[in-house]
């Protein structure tokens, strides 16, 4: 069956099709709604280094050592704090699968993002995760000398308590089950249609012509004259 059959096909049963998509579409609204809410809150570090203006190139030394101060945001030397100060369950273990630091391209900022169910609480985490970074920046990277200054970190835009939840995506559940619902009608109707379809050997016994019925013999009168 080629594409332009399947969409003849679609358009002969519309009815069916978008009963089918609604019905999908329902279904994802339904697990989205019985799948727990997490929120997330963000927070912005600014990196920089005290009395940079006299050293030539720091902030080019800062922008490639980047992705290594992201990677220092789930060391134990910073979670390990946080969660002893907020008992979370799990430890160190389980919060670091709920925090996460990117760097946007060519900045010196440092985005960290904490996923909690409690939006309150996701907020506070986010917080505390940042506090703790700075100061084990501050040990880490510390030094203060002519040559190499002391690396600072500011937060320029604190954790805030999210209003709506970051998943379960809603519109994204309701979309994949209307395409969803719209493949299963989709692959019923084309085998329905190929059942139905005569094959072959069908086609050429409707095509071959019935015999026709034999007409009776004309009934042969007896010669009289012969009598």
Request: glycine fraction near 8%; avoid cysteine; charge should be neutral.
């Given at each position: 069956?080629?594409?332009?059959?399947?969409?003849?096909?679609?358009g002969?049963?519309?009815?069916?099709?978008?009963?089918?998509?609604?019905a999908?579409?329902?279904a994802?609204?339904?697990?989205?709604?019985?799948?727990?809410?997490s929120?997330?809150?963000?927070?912005?570090?600014?990196f920089?280094?005290?009395?940079?203006a006299e050293v030539?190139?720091?902030?080019?030394?800062?922008?490639?050592?980047?992705?290594?101060?992201?990677?220092?945001?789930?060391?134990?030397?910073?979670?390990?704090?946080?969660?002893?100060?907020?008992?979370?369950?799990?430890?160190?273990?389980?919060?670091?699968k709920?925090?996460?630091?990117?760097?946007?391209?060519?900045?010196?900022?440092?985005?960290?993002?904490?996923?909690?169910?409690?939006?309150?609480?996701?907020?506070?985490l986010?917080?505390?995760?940042?506090?703790?970074?700075?100061?084990?920046?501050?040990?880490?990277?510390?030094?203060?000398?002519?040559?190499?200054?002391?690396?600072?970190?500011?937060?320029?835009?604190p954790?805030?308590?999210?209003?709506?939840?970051?998943?379960?995506?809603?519109?994204?559940?309701?979309?994949?089950?209307?395409?969803?619902?719209?493949?299963?009608?989709?692959?019923?109707?084309m085998?329905?249609?190929?059942?139905?379809?005569?094959?072959?050997?069908?086609?050429?016994?409707?095509?071959?012509?019935?015999?026709?019925?034999?007409?009776?013999?004309?009934?042969t009168e007896?010669?009289?004259?012969r009598?």
């Amino acid at each position: 069956m080629e594409f332009g059959d399947v969409v003849r096909l679609l358009g002969r049963r519309w009815l069916v099709v978008l009963a089918a998509v609604v019905a999908g579409g329902l279904a994802g609204l339904a697990g989205a709604a019985l799948l727990p809410p997490s929120y997330e809150s963000e927070v912005n570090l600014l990196f920089n280094r005290q009395g940079a203006a006299e050293v030539t190139g720091g902030s080019q030394d800062l922008l490639q050592r980047m992705p290594t101060f992201a990677a220092l945001t789930t060391t134990a030397a910073v979670l390990d704090p946080v969660a002893d100060r907020f008992g979370y369950p799990g430890g160190a273990q389980e919060l670091r699968k709920k925090v996460t630091a990117v760097t946007p391209d060519s900045t010196l900022l440092l985005r960290i993002t904490v996923t909690d169910r409690d939006p309150t609480r996701a907020t506070r985490l986010a917080d505390a995760v940042a506090a703790s970074y700075a100061d084990a920046v501050r040990t880490e990277f510390g030094t203060d000398s002519a040559d190499n200054p002391r690396i600072v970190v500011a937060t320029v835009q604190p954790g805030t308590a999210p209003t709506a939840p970051a998943s379960p995506s809603v519109p994204l559940f309701v979309a994949a089950g209307a395409v969803g619902g719209l493949m299963v009608v989709t692959i019923v109707l084309m085998t329905v249609t190929t059942l139905r379809r005569p094959g072959p050997e069908d086609r050429r016994v409707r095509e071959r012509p019935s015999p026709r019925p034999r007409e009776p013999e004309p009934e042969t009168e007896p010669d009289e004259s012969r009598a």
